[in-house]
C-alpha cells in the first residue's frame, strides 16, 4: 500500500448502474487498491421503488432499474471472486428513504440480500417529488426540518445500517440565515438517535470538502457532526461518494486525520448486514 496513505474502507462507491456514475466496476476497484484502500463497498442507488407507474413516467430515476438488481450483485460477485486477495468488496445499495414506503423496500431486500443499506434523504414528498436539489426557491428553514425529521424516521425504521451524507441538506439547500445553533441541534439530535438504534453515521468526503470551502457564521457543520459522533458515541461509516473511478478515497489524506484529531478512533464495515469495529490507523 502507498506509504502514508490512510487505509480505511471506502463504503460509498457508485457504478454505472445507477446511470449517473462512470467508468467500470473494476476501474473503481484498481483506484481503490491504487489509494491503499483495503475495503471497497459498492453502494448504487436503488431506483425510486416509492413511486407508482405514472409518477415514474413523470419523473426522473436517478438510480437503477431494479430489473438489473440481479446484474449488479452478479457483477460485484464476479469482480470480489476475480480480487480476492487484493482488496476486500463489499455489495450495498443506497435507498431513498420515503416514509410509508417500508412495505414496498422489504420485499426488495429480502429478494436481493446485501452486505449493507445506506439510507438517503434525496427528495421530501411532502415539498414534491423532485430532486431536493430543486428547493432552492423555497424558505430553506422548513426544508432543513422536515429532512431532518426524515433523517431521523429513516434511523428509526430499522431498515438500514448507515445514515448516508447527513451533510446533503446543506450542500444543496441554503443554509438557513440566523438559524445556525438550530441546524447544530437538529445534527445533534440525529446523531443521538442513531447512537441509541444502534445505526452508523456516514462521514462524507463531500460533507468535509463542503466545510473547506464555505464557511458559516455560527460554526462548521462538519466539526459539529463529528463533535456530535464523538459525544454520543455513534458508529461511523467513511464514504467519498464517488461517480468516478478517480474519486475513490477522495480527501480521505485529509478526512481521516481529521477524524482521529477530533476524536474519532473506529469505523464501521459489514458482512451480510453484520457490523464490525476497525481501527483508524
Known amino acids: 500500500m502507498p506509504a502514508g496513505k490512510p487505509t480505511v474502507a471506502d463504503y460509498h462507491v457508485h457504478t454505472p448502474y445507477c446511470g449517473h456514475a462512470q467508468g467500470k466496476i473494476v476501474e473503481y476497484v484498481d483506484a481503490a487498491i491504487a489509494a491503499g484502500i483495503p475495503e471497497i463497498g459498492f453502494s448504487d442507488h436503488l431506483g425510486r421503488y416509492y413511486l407508482t407507474k ?45 416514509e410509508g414506503a417500508e412495505d414496498l423496500l422489504t420485499p426488495i431486500m429480502e429478494l436481493y440480500p446485501v452486505d449493507y443499506l445506506l439510507a438517503s434523504i434525496h427528495c421530501i414528498p411532502s415539498l414534491g417529488w423532485k430532486h431536493i436539489a430543486h428547493y432552492t426557491k423555497r424558505d430553506s428553514w422548513p426544508v432543513y426540518e422536515e429532512y431532518f425529521r426524515l433523517a431521523r424516521a429513516a434511523i428509526e425504521s430499522g431498515l438500514f445500517d448507515s445514515l448516508a451524507h447527513m451533510d446533503f441538506i446543506w450542500r444543496y439547500v441554503k443554509w438557513p440565515a440566523g438559524k445556525g445553533e438550530e441546524v447544530f441541534k437538529l445534527i445533534d439530535r440525529t446523531v443521538e438517535g442513531a447512537a441509541r438504534a444502534d445505526v452508523a453515521v456516514e462521514i462524507n468526503s463531500n460533507g468535509y470538502l463542503w466545510s473547506q470551502l464555505y464557511k458559516v457564521d455560527e460554526g462548521d457543520p462538519f466539526d459539529a457532526l463529528v463533535r456530535s459522533v464523538v459525544e454520543h458515541g455513534a458508529h461511523i461509516t467513511i464514504g467519498s461518494d464517488a461517480h468516478k473511478p478517480e474519486f ?22 459489514f458482512a451480510e448486514r453484520k457490523r464490525r469495529e476497525k481501527a483508524i490507523p
Do not use: C
Open 54 to 98: 405514472s409518477q415514474k413516467r413523470r419523473y426522473w430515476d436517478w438510480g437503477m432499474n431494479e430489473r438489473n438488481l440481479g446484474r449488479y450483485l452478479s457483477e460485484l460477485s464476479d469482480v470480489s471472486e476475480t480480487y480476492d486477495g487484493r482488496i476486500g468488496l463489499r455489495a450495498g445499495l443506497e435507498v431513498d428513504f420515503i
Open 248 to 269: 475513490v478515497g477522495k480527501a480521505f489524506d485529509s478526512v481521516v486525520p481529521a477524524l482521529k484529531d477530533r476524536g474519532v478512533a473506529k469505523y464501521s464495515v
